[in-house]
């Protein structure tokens, strides 16, 4: 018995190491699906045009309202039901657009992307967006316009082909994700709750990645106060607040800590408006980047610190670390996601990488639900926050195409392995 145990034990060693030289091929891709997502190509160029034709700034109500419009007559077309969502008193202008789908199956997926920009009023007739090849260049364009276009393309897709097996998908269009989602913080948190899957449609990164954690973000604002007097005649009885932030404004860059990825940029420092007047005023707010609570209490700590003890007698300085966006860690359910997304990937002979990036996204606060979440899967693209924002519709297919095969897994079965 104990021979025959272990011949058996041997062939199935055998085999297993026969099947790690010789991985399974992978499945085949869905020839429906993957025909209706190529047929919507042209379409979403065009819808992609059309919004970001659009300016809509953080708080430009207009525009916001005009990229809703749009964004709401292509999801009502799919069968979806309605609903705007205001934005909560003090937060910018701007309504928040939700949509819903519901089928006749188990998962419910939540999709998010935003349509505010960091662009202002006029600058999509300054920067004339324009198409470079299969690259859409404007304001916007894959920060994050894209990221509705490739979840429009996908769900258009999944309806082409009859796909109901799912019990609801949201799509939720948020009018202020660029200054830390003010206007639909808990709008996010309590649809991720009642959701088994978020999936946030902020760019691609070039590469075939996806991101897997995000840090969070904080703005540290130090105010100084001085006395003025007059420069020529009697400078010395002046107090020069300016001078002051000038000297925390290059102790604040040195509370970066590049072992824990922690930055502190300093981004605006001003002082003083008039040549022949020592300046009595000034300030420096600083961007901070971690990955957790604890970096960010230790970068508050220490611009109390440097607040405490100024080194020109007569100044005095205040410091305040206001947090936007939590961190969102590296988590085993996230890797478990990933696991689901490259198994739909090989169906078309590619594979996803991951990686974590710096800044800050709306998955930050869904993932505070502990509901299962990715990141970055519109169309690939780059130059985020510049005059090059750039969506690269080359990209569409791939990315619809995992977009809509996920939500179809997920949908027959949000608890599957």
Known sequence: MRAITATVMLILSQAMLAMAAFPTQAAAPDTKLL?????????????????????????DADGLAAVAAINATELKLLGATLSRVPPPFGAPAGDNLVATLTGSGKGRILLISHMDTVFNRGDV??????WEGDRYVGPGANDDKAGAVTAICALKALKAIGFKDFARIDILLNASEEVGSPGSRDLIRSMARNSDLVINQERGIPGDKVLVARKGSAVLTVDFAGRAAHSGLEPEKGRNAALEAARVALALGGLSDPTKETTVTVDIISGGDKINVVPDRAVVKADVRAFTPEEFDRVEAAAAALAAHPSIDGVTIKSELKRNFPAWPHLPSTDATVAKAQKIYAELGRSLTTTRVGSSADINFAAESGTPGIDGFSVEGDGAHTIHDTADLSTLT???????????????DPKGK
């Open 398 to 412: 791939p990315r619809a195409y995992l977009l809509a095969r996920l939500i179809m897994v997920v949908g027959h």
């Open 125 to 130: 007739d300054r920067l004339k967006p324009h």
């Open 35 to 59: 025909t209706a997502i190529k047929s919507c190509d042209h379409d979403a160029r065009g819808l992609l045009e059309r919004l970001v034709a659009i300016d809509s700034g953080t708080g």
